[in-house]
């Protein structure tokens, strides 16, 4: 790849800042080639980008995010629609719940249940998307930056499908990638269908041959870009320097709680205040509970603080806007995931992507399924996650992680990996074959060579 090569590469938000940008695909592109990169950022994030990655070969565009056109709309509509899994089938039913639109969920269904396994009508779909125009705006774009590749880091982002057709219509080559692990199986028919697509893991891969019928020739396993991270032992701070942040006893055991934030478990607090009222009636070992919530979504901090014994973590991200959306994490908030994972002892979280996380650790998880104290119907509850969410069906499939149904099985749970951290060992070797698949450090290399 010589001097004259440009790339064009999507940051639709800041996780994929922090999935590629920011574990070492940037660095070692610019390390192993001469190639000129243009990072595409919606406009929220352009000085913030410019600051941090600009340089004399990395310059920073924006996408002006305009309104999607009808013809765009439909094609979105019938993407959702478009592949056949328990997830989007929940999602549906969860919607109808809430609006009660059944003229709305009845084409749905008839869409998905007809055609969503059906690989001849992903290919008319996808045939019909080469006559969607793009955007003038992104044509612009393309003519501004010329560029030779196009790397698309969620194939599933509207940015991104904007960005691919007009690289199709150039005929510009594409690389693309997913967000995240429940993507293919919850996000819709990839409409576009890159060059060259790269997963993280076995679990995704059968998902993009067998629910998004991608040809296997396009397909490559390059494991998880920002786990490389995880295999960084300079990040690694002692526990007593750890402990210090929080003021809290280095001898003490430690339980990460990694929230999913208020949005999709509004009743996270109650399961706190379980933990805690099980520290205060000596029913869990004197341990230290930190909480860390998520870096999108808000979690009730001032009712967990409130609690006494339970620690809230300020530390996990910040934000270029006023909304929780503009999360960012830089080197120092990642370090600091990286060492609240090495020194927890134990990890609780709900239905998220912090149970590979933590496995990647070696560190034993309890995933929550119970409301705290309520008592929701199925479409509301979390429990749904567990019983309708393919992702999750499959991972817990492994029996690596115990799953706690009430808050009497939460406590018998952690005490249980408390005194034995080896349960479930097996398990969690599943979990890191099928979901992880490596962690050599060397994810990011793989994914700047399929790039070169």
Not at 20 to 27: A, D, G, P, Q, Y
Not at 425 to 443: A, H, N, T, Y
Request: glycine share 4%.
């Amino acid at each position: 790849m010589n001097e004259s090569k440009k790339i064009l590469i999507t940051v639709s938000e800041g996780s994929i800042a922090r999935n590629i940008v920011r574990s070492f695909v940037l660095e070692k592109l610019l390390e192993k080639s001469e190639a000129r990169v243009a990072l595409l950022v919606s406009h929220d994030k352009e000085e913030w980008y410019r600051k941090e990655f600009g340089s004399d070969r990395v310059t920073i565009e924006v996408w002006p995010n305009t309104p999607v056109t009808r013809f765009g709309k439909i094609l979105s509509f019938l993407s959702r629609c478009g592949i056949l899994t328990k997830t989007v089938l929940t999602d549906q039913a969860t919607r109808y719940v809430e609006d009660k639109n059944w003229k709305i969920f009845f084409l749905k269904r008839c869409i998905t249940y007809t055609c969503g396994w059906n690989p001849l009508y992903h290919f008319v779909l996808r045939r019909i998307t080469a006559f969607y125009i793009p955007d003038k705006k992104m044509q612009d774009i393309f003519k501004k930056i010329k560029p030779d590749l196009l790397f698309s880091t969620d194939v599933l982002d509207e940015m991104d499908f904007e960005a691919m057709r007009e690289a199709r219509r150039q005929n510009i080559q594409i690389v693309g990638m997913v967000r995240s692990w429940d993507n293919l199986t919850s996000g819709g028919l990839v409409m576009v269908v890159p060059n060259l697509v790269l997963l993280w893991n076995p679990f995704l891969y059968r998902k993009a041959r067998f629910v998004q019928h991608i040809a296997a020739n396009r397909l490559k396993i390059v494991g998880i870009p920002h786990f490389d991270w995880y295999t960084k032992t300079e990040l690694l701070v002692s526990r007593e320097e750890f402990c210090q942040k929080f003021k809290i006893d280095p001898n003490k055991k430690i339980i990460l709680f990694g929230a999913i934030g208020n949005f999709l478990a509004p009743h996270e607090s109650e399961v706190v205040e379980t933990l805690s009222h099980a520290l205060r009636e000596n029913k869990l070992p004197d341990v230290s509970i930190i909480f860390r919530p998520h870096p999108h979504f808000i979690s009730d901090k001032e009712k967990i603080e409130k609690l006494g014994n339970i620690i809230f973590d300020d530390l996990v991200a910040q934000y270029t806007g006023s909304e929780r959306s503009s999360w960012e994490m830089d080197r120092e908030k990642i370090a600091h995931l990286v060492n609240s994972l090495y020194h927890a002892d134990l990890v609780i979280t709900t239905a998220s992507t912090m149970t590979m996380d933590a496995v990647a650790f070696g560190k034993p998880v309890v995933c929550i399924a119970f409301d705290g104290r309520s008592n929701e119907l199925h479409w509301n509850s979390i429990l749904r996650f567990y019983q309708n969410y393919t992702h999750y069906i499959e991972i817990a499939k492994t029996k690596g992680f115990k799953i706690a149904s009430s808050p009497e099985e939460l406590i018998r749970h952690v005490n249980e990996y408390l005194k034995n951290p080896e349960l479930d060992k097996e398990g969690r070797q599943k979990v890191f074959d099928e979901f992880i698949w490596k962690l050599d450090g060397k994810s990011a290399e793989r994914v700047v060579n399929f790039v070169k």
